[in-house]
């Protein structure tokens, strides 16, 4: 008998199908597994099956996880995806290998500062709001130019975009207009994407989909 497919090989299968349609390589998009409140133990089967980028929302948990987890599996890629305070802008520097949330002005400073601190660049997605809900984090959209010159004049590697687009209406709309943003500013990066929606955001241009519930279960609230 067959061995059913692993939620992993089921979302990598899912992508793939995603681009076939969107007549899109896939190697132009990365699955980040969302691990957050996630422990090590439900970790390490995704690690052995050979994924390789995660994606932590808190700067604490996964400097509590992933040393040890890295030891183990040097090649993971580590991705920063909620809210970042400055004054966590230093170990975030050290830890992670991407950082989707650059939001502000005082963050863009605190990062370079951090940067030089370190001796390491990390590339930053800046964070758009697109929906217009302050409390999810994201620059306005209206004052997005101003911080990417802003980034770009400290030397921040910009690698892209990133939205969270509004719980429970249509993300189509919303991955579109990130999708425009990003060719507008002339970044390649489109960090768009969760479980209920990863394919429909790579039909229009995710380069970066982060996806937890369907690799790990619902979580505990
Ligand atoms: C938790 C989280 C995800 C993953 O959400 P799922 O619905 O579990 O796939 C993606 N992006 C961000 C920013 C998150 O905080």
Known sequence: MEKADSPLQQVQANIAKACKIARRDPGDVTLIAVSKT?????????????QRHFGENRVQEAQEKWPALRDEHPAVQLHLIGQLQSNKAEDAV??????HSL???????ALAKAFDKVGR????????DV????????????????LLENARGAGIPLAGLMCIPPADIEPAPFFAFLDTLAR?????????????????????????VRVGTALFGERDT
Request: hydrophobic share 35%.
């Open 184 to 208: 507008d500013h002339g970044l390649v990066g489109r960090s768009m994407g969760m479980s209920g929606d990863y394919e429909t955001a790579i039909r229009l241009g995710a380069t970066h």
């Open 131 to 146: 929906g217009d809900e302050p409390q999810k984090g994201g620059c306005p959209v209206a004052e997005l130019p101003a």
């Open 121 to 128: 660049q990390v590339p930053c997605f800046v964070q758009v």
């Open 38 to 50: 996630r422990s090590a133990g439900a970790i390490t089967p995704l690690l052995i099956e050979g």
């Open 94 to 99: 050290r830890l992670f290998d991407a950082i």
């Open 103 to 109: 939001d502000r002005p005082s963050l863009v400073t």
